[in-house]
T-cell receptor, first 116, second 118 residues
Framework: GAVVSQHPSWVICKSGTSVKIECRSL??????MFWYRQFPKQSLMLMAT?????????EQGVEKDKFLINHASLTLSTLTVTSAHPEDSSFYIC????????????FGPGTRLLVL | AQTVTQSQPEMSVQEAETVTLSCTYD???????LFWYKQPPSRQMILVIR??????QNATENRFSVNFQKAAKSFSLKISDSQLGDAAMYFC???????????????FGTGTRLTIIP
């Protein structure tokens, strides 16, 4: 089946530093990847949609300069949380889809971010 | 905009029994996809089952089946012979069938936490 990995699985950083999270599709080429944020006991909130080779589309209320997304290849997308602050602490999940006509998204295992 | 509603924040069921999780949605589209995802304590989202709106037949995957009522905009998940490993958060999700710009994202419900009682 379709496998998506994320790295790191958890990260602790100091306030003001930047953190990069990688999302990889391991056995398929993902033209589109999605980045979600999930707070404890809540649903997934879509942050942005990333298409390979083009700029990401951010959801309303998500700061583009804060959450930098790069989708440079068909198997890798990265989310960089710049100048992280404690309120950025959360669980970040990526998902990937092969192409626009494949309706199923496959999710990565998530990354726990704790900003001190 | 589409919305997905899960009115049961928590459910519990005895092991080996059957449980049904509810999901309703609102859309003006005629063609779309519906999904149930499971999120166990590991927090890995796992696809349980999917339904294509243009198919009248309810989807089935082993012990998991859905009751898709298009006119009522209802999409419930039935878990038969519940097992301890079924304990998780279950999310219902909607996706348009038209992959135009902005329509490709999943819209999730708020989730139902399922507890299995041994």
């Amino acid at each position: 089946g379709a496998v998506v990995s994320q790295h790191p699985s958890w990260v602790i950083c100091k306030s003001g530093t930047s953190v990069k999270i990688e999302c990889r599709s391991l056995d398929f080429q993902a033209t589109t990847m999605f980045w979600y944020r999930q707070f404890p006991k809540q649903s997934l909130m879509l942050m942005a949609t990333s298409n390979e080779g083009s700029k990401a589309t951010y959801e309303q209320g998500v700061e583009k300069d804060k959450f930098l997304i790069n989708h440079a290849s068909l198997t890798l997308s990265t989310l960089t949380v710049t100048s992280a602050h404690p309120e950025d602490s959360s669980f970040y999940i990526c998902s990937a889809r092969e192409d626009a006509y494949q309706e199923t998204q496959y999710f990565g295992p998530g990354t726990r971010l704790l900003v001190l | 905009a589409q919305t997905v509603t899960q009115s049961q924040p928590e459910m519990s069921v005895q092991e080996a029994e059957t449980v049904t999780l509810s999901c309703t949605y609102d859309t003006s589209e005629s063609d779309y996809y519906l999904f149930w995802y499971k999120q166990p304590p590991s927090r890995q989202m796992i696809l349980v089952i999917r339904q294509e709106a243009y198919k009248q037949q309810n989807a089935t995957e082993n012990r998991f089946s859905v009751n898709f009522q298009k006119a009522a905009k209802s999409f419930s998940l039935k878990i038969s012979d519940s097992q301890l490993g079924d304990a998780a958060m279950y999310f219902c999700a909607y996706r348009s069938a038209y992959p135009n710009f902005g329509n490709e994202k999943l819209t999730f419900g708020t989730g139902t936490r399922l507890t299995i009682i041994p």
